[in-house]
Every structure is written in C-alpha cells, then in structure tokens.
C-alpha cells in the first residue's frame, strides 16, 4: 500500500489556459483514470463559456464571487454537474479561485453555438 502523498500548493507551478485568457490550472492529483482533483484561479471579467463535460463534476469556491448558469456565488459554495450536462458560462465576478473534482474524462472542450 501506498503512503500518503503531500503537496505544498503554495510552491507548485500554475498553469496558464491559454484557450481561456485569465485562467490558470493547479493540478493535484487524478483520482480516477483521467480524472482530476484542480484549483483553477479566474481573474475578475473572464468567461470560460457554455459546455459539456463527460464525467461529473464536483466544484467549491474557495475565494471570490462567480455567476454560473445565472446563478450567483460565493465563498464556501459547491456544486455539481452530472455527466453530459450543459454547464456554464462561468463568469468571474472578483476574482475566483474553485476547486474542482472530475471523476473520468474531461473529454472535447468545445465552443458550439448550439450548446
């Protein structure tokens, strides 16, 4: 059996998306086969628009304000999106910091109008 793994966060590399300007990716451990257990920063005024994932999502905000799927959030919140279910856009408000649980793949990210 394995021992336990600790990551000091605080010294790790962020990751900028650059498909979504504003944005940057922290990741910490993959809990299933293409899974993803991340931190995602968002600057205030950036969008990541409607989409699909194939695995359902698990997401709590741990700093700022964000308004997804018209619904307006804060510190402390969680949510969850089940697989092949519409989601989004994420609108940063303040400045945003999430932690998301991806439990499969995350699959195509794709911009369709018809989303």
């Known amino acids: ?3 336990q793994i600790f990551i000091n966060t605080i010294e ?16 910490l451990a993959e ?3 293409q899974g993803s257990i991340h931190r995602l920063k ?12 194939l695995c359902d999502e698990y997401v ?4 700022g304000v964000v308004e997804t799927g018209g ?3 804060s ?7 089940p697989a092949n279910t519409r989601q989004g856009p994420h609108k ?20 369709d109008s018809d989303l």
């Open 1 to 3: 059996m394995p021992g």
């Open 12 to 27: 790790q590399p962020w990751v900028d998306l650059t498909q979504f300007p504003g944005t940057q990716f922290l990741p």
């Open 31 to 33: 809990p299933v086969p």
């Open 42 to 53: 968002m600057s205030a005024g950036t969008t990541i628009p409607v989409h699909i994932h």
């Open 60 to 63: 709590y905000i741990l700093a």
């Open 71 to 73: 619904i307006t959030s």
């Open 75 to 81: 510190v402390g919140t969680f949510w969850f999106t």
């Open 92 to 111: 940063a408000i303040t400045d945003v910091e999430l932690l998301t649980i991806r439990l499969g793949a995350m699959g195509t990210f794709e911009f």
